[in-house]
């Protein structure tokens, strides 16, 4: 079935810093990807996703392309802020017909970032 | 804005109680599904539903049931609580499939 492996954390940046967050997928046929970001104590949110193969889906200065040639989807930001620690999930659809939307997440990675 | 509600941000509840977890959506959502999240064993699906009264395990059902009389409802069933239940709750719907989810803002639940 369809899979995410994503970067282990927890990772630890100073205020402006650059953040990349490895994930790699394995699936049948290109689905959906999804990157959520979950802050302390709340539900997760979606963040961006990308339908399509060479898709970019972008949302609050954060970034990732589909890239079928590696089979990933990392997540980028220029200049973190202290507001963006959380926890990020990447995520993919099950493979199946009858998946009903069910999706795969990957671990989590908890960013900290310090002023 | 569309919403999924979870009816409780923090409960406690006693060892052996029958405790209920709501969450209604307002997407007219054909899915919903039940997570539970822990310190390093990550996002775990419970149960889902994909139609009014239709219902199927994830990949932790024991001790859980869950209850869909009505679409925009899909309620989570602790039939006698443990400690080991004590969690943070997640309650998503979906479109469907490469729709992705739209979580609820989560149940942190203590049994005592």
């Known amino acids: 079935g369809n899979s995410v492996t994503q970067m282990e954390g927890p990772v630890t940046l100073s205020e402006e810093a650059f953040l990349t967050i490895n994930c790699t997928y394995t699936?049948?046929?290109?689905?959906?990807l999804f990157w959520y970001v979950q802050y302390p104590g709340e539900g997760l949110q979606l963040l961006l996703k990308?339908?399509?193969?060479?898709d970019k889906g972008s949302n609050k200065g954060f970034e990732a392309t589909y890239r079928k040639e590696t089979t990933s989807f990392h997540l980028e930001k220029g200049s973190v802020q202290v507001s963006d620690s959380a926890v990020y999930f990447c995520?993919?659809?099950?493979?199946?017909?009858?998946?009903?939307?069910?999706?795969?997440f990957g671990q989590g990675t908890i960013l900290t970032v310090h002023p | 804005d569309v919403k999924v509600t979870q009816s409780s941000r923090y409960l406690v509840k006693r060892t052996g109680e029958k405790v209920f977890l709501e969450c209604v959506q307002d997407?007219?959502?054909?899915?919903m599904f039940w997570y539970r999240q822990d310190p390093g064993l990550g996002l775990r699906l419970i149960y889902f539903?994909?139609?009014?009264?239709?219902?199927e395990k994830g990949d932790i059902p024991e001790g859980y049931s869950v209850s869909r009389e009505k679409k925009e409802r899909f309620s989570l069933i602790l039939e006698s609580a443990s400690t080991n239940q004590t969690s943070m709750y997640l309650c998503?719907?979906?479109?469907?499939?490469?729709?992705?989810?739209?979580f609820g803002s989560g149940t942190r639940l203590t049994v005592v």
């Open positions: 998503a719907s979906s479109r469907g499939k490469n729709y992705g989810y739209t």
């Open positions: 699936a049948t046929g290109y689905p959906s």
């Open positions: 990308a339908t399509k193969a060479d």
């Open positions: 995520a993919l659809p099950e493979r199946g017909g009858t998946s009903y939307g069910k999706l795969t």
């Open positions: 997407m007219d959502h054909e899915n």
């Open positions: 539903s994909y139609d009014v009264k239709m219902k």
